[in-house]
């Protein structure tokens, strides 16, 4: 997937909150969210009335922007939650949390999607066993995901180790730290996904 070039910071401020794409960051003094918690552009502290086709495409960008996937990819996950049974704003989030990088991500393998990303793009880590290098990649209940072998050496995972200890986990995830290895328990539900983006609106987008 080709990197978004617009300023991650930009991003944030136009969706109207921290959707921690830069990582330790979003967390300092020098996130821009504290600076400027308004959205970029001449007339950003104004504001201004929305419409609801605005909240709807709002509610999009801003689901699509914090998992880091570009417009087409996005409209195939929709177009298969669509198909399954069930509620379709929820069957979206599940398949989303349920990609590879997001839960590199959620395990503490990595500051932001976006370096999980990278992570996995790079081959280090492998799912019940064998490499996997793609994002994408959808996990399945009782999946284990390992770092592997040839890279549980380098500087970077022999530092992450102390970090993961104390890791708050979502009830879906377990994790052993020292293995560098995680089970995926059982599959997400929507009490254990912590994203204030309002669903419903995505799906009366789509639906239009």
Request: with cysteine; aromatic share 6%.
């Amino acid at each position: 997937m080709s990197d978004n070039s617009n300023a991650k910071c930009k991003i944030c401020r136009r969706e109207g909150e921290k959707l921690h794409l830069k990582g330790e960051r979003c967390a300092s003094p020098k996130c821009a969210m504290i600076k400027k918690a308004y959205p970029p552009g001449m007339h950003g502290e104004k504001g201004g009335r929305m419409t609801e086709y605005g909240r709807q495409l709002r509610a999009k960008q801003k689901v699509k922007r914090l998992y880091g996937i570009r417009e087409r990819q996005f409209a195939r996950y929709y177009e298969e939650s669509a198909r399954q049974s069930g509620v379709t704003g929820d069957n979206l989030l599940f398949l989303l949390e349920r990609r590879l990088d997001n839960v590199v991500h959620r395990l503490g393998f990595a500051p932001s999607r976006r370096s999980a990303r990278q992570l996995v793009s790079h081959t280090a880590f492998e799912v019940n066993g064998k490499k996997v290098n793609v994002p994408s990649y959808s996990v399945k209940a009782g999946d284990v995901i390992r770092v592997r072998d040839s890279k549980q050496g380098n500087k970077y995972f022999s530092n992450l180790k102390k970090s993961l200890t104390n890791k708050n986990l979502p009830d879906w995830l377990s994790l052993d730290p020292k293995k560098l290895e995680a089970k995926i328990v059982s599959l997400p539900t929507k009490t254990d996904i912590d994203l204030s983006a309002d669903m419903q609106l995505i799906v009366e987008l789509y639906s239009r």
